[in-house]
Nanobody, 123 residues
């Protein structure tokens, strides 16, 4: 199995920045099999949505709503994915979930999920 542990959420004022991190751990074989990592979010009363994804080779995909404001990156040597969020808006408030999968797929979530970290943007 693979465990994903997120960190970095919190309360921030609109226009501010936050950086989320997610580290993958577990069986060596399964962790090294991870190809796509990414971030999804779910706001109250809404469906979970893709925020940003990145494959092992570095290609990325972003939701239109975060393009130009959020940057996803990963450190393959640390099995960690990051989400740098800037110019945060009230509508970015949500629980952010780390996701990982073995397929090279920037559009669909993989099999592994983190427990979620709350991001709250205040006015």
């Amino acid at each position: 199995q693979v465990q994903l542990v997120e960190s970095g959420g919190g309360l921030v004022q609109a226009g501010g920045s936050l950086r989320l991190s997610c580290a993958a751990s577990g069986s060596i074989f399964r962790v090294f099999s991870i190809n796509t990592m990414g971030w999804y979010r779910q706001a109250p009363g809404k469906q979970r949505e893709l925020v940003a994804t990145i494959i092992r080779g570095g290609n990325t995909n972003y939701a239109d709503s975060v393009k130009g404001r959020f940057t996803i990156s990963r450190d393959n040597s640390r099995n960690t994915v990051y989400l740098q969020m800037s110019s945060l808006k009230l509508e970015d408030t949500a629980v952010y979930y780390c996701n990982a999968g073995t397929k090279s797929d920037l559009l669909l979530p993989g099999d592994y999920w983190g427990q979620g970290t709350q991001v709250t943007v205040s006015s």
